[in-house]
Every structure is written in C-alpha cells, then in structure tokens.
C-alpha cells in the first residue's frame, strides 16, 4: 500500500522519497512552467508546486484516498530565473551565468488531499567556482544538464563546480527532505513512527 502518490516524473524526487522510506505511486502530471511577468522564483516554485499537487489529485488514474505530493525546484542567478534548458546553448549560457556566481535555489513541496492543501519552500544558496568553457562544454556532453533547472546536478558530475552549499542538499537536488517530512506529518505520515512503533511497542 503506497503512502502518498507522487506527481512527478523526476527519478531523483523518486530517490530522495525512498531514502526516507515513503512508498508512492507515480503519476504523471503536465503543468504550464511558464514564469508570470513579475513573478519571483519563490513564488514560481510554490506555484507550480501547488499546481502539481492539485493535478495528481484530479488525475485519472488515481483511485486511492491518499494524499498527493508534488514539487518544484527554480533556481535565480543574477536576478535571471533559470529553468530547464531547452538545448545545449541555453545550457551553455546558464553555466556560464553560474561560473563564478552564487545562486539560489528555491525548492517547493505541496501535498493534497481533497480540500486541504499545504506547501513549503526551501530556500538554499549555492556558490560556483570559475567554470573553463572546455569544462561547460564537456559537461553538457555528460548529458547531465539536460533536464535539470539550472543545467546542472547537484549529486552528479555539476558536484565538481560546488564551491559552497548553504542550505539543504535534497532540496538542490529536487525534494526538500525536512520540509517534505513537515508537510507529510501533517497528513498524518510520519516517516519514522509508521514504520519502527511496533518495535518500541514490543520492547
């Protein structure tokens, strides 16, 4: 029996739920990414956060009454918000805006259940050394940018451009782990009790 369906596609928001011990059901929800003309990265990510959560809550395919969690993940450099790239010289000219930079990285969870919705951000700072070009241009050949906000990642090769984390790991990588267990508690999913309190009871 799943805990919580999750509304994302993304293998490493799957990764860091089952680090934590949450079973899910995967849905696939498609959302608008488009910042609004005055909209901040905080705000965006909770937006589409939010918007996630309330769309695999109307999915088709789900059947279960249990709470649906979805995410967002916006990171801001220079006041510019950086999303996916949609091809290797968008890639490019975000690493190259990161080199030597610190960024922040906006990190939103929301969970649903029928009329009640909750949501969370993180907020992370990330510091870059100077990037060479041969390096940037070497990385998007790792294939590693492609599909992540900012064009890099955090837990894979894009580690080796980290001068400084200020914040939350999970949260750079996709999910952030301490608000996400904040949010599920309140549903009443707690990540450590629903699974060792029959051992405390048995001691």
């Not at 939010?50 to 999915?59: E, L, S």
């Not at 030597?100 to 909750?118: D, L, N």
């Not at 996400?180 to 051992?199: E, M």
Request: hydrophobic share 40%; charged share 20%; proline share 4%.
């Amino acid at each position: 029996m799943p805990d919580i369906y999750l509304a994302s596609s993304s293998p490493r928001r799957q990764e860091l739920l089952r680090q934590i011990g949450i079973a899910f059901h995967q849905l696939d929800v498609s959302v608008d990414e488009e910042p609004g003309p005055q909209e901040t990265g905080r705000e965006l990510a909770l937006r589409l956060a939010r918007r996630k959560a309330v769309a695999g809550w109307a999915h088709r395919q789900r059947t279960l009454d249990i709470p649906v969690l979805g995410a967002d993940t916006v990171v801001v450099c220079k006041g510019k918000i950086l999303g996916k790239p949609a091809g290797q010289a968008q890639a490019l000219a975000m690493l190259e805006l990161l080199s030597g930079s610190t960024q922040q990285v906006f990190s939103a969870v929301s969970v649903c259940q029928g009329e009640k919705t909750a949501s969370a951000v993180n907020l992370s700072s990330v510091t870059f050394r100077e990037i060479p070009r041969q390096e940037r241009e070497s990385y998007w050949y790792s294939g590693e940018p492609a599909d992540k906000a900012g064009a890099y990642a955090i837990q894979g090769l894009g580690a080796v451009f980290i001068e400084e984390l200020k914040g939350s790991f999970s949260a750079v990588m996709g999910l952030p782990l301490y608000e996400t267990h904040k949010l599920l508690v309140q549903f009443g999913i707690h990540c450590l009790l629903n699974r060792y309190s029959n051992n405390l009871e048995n001691e």
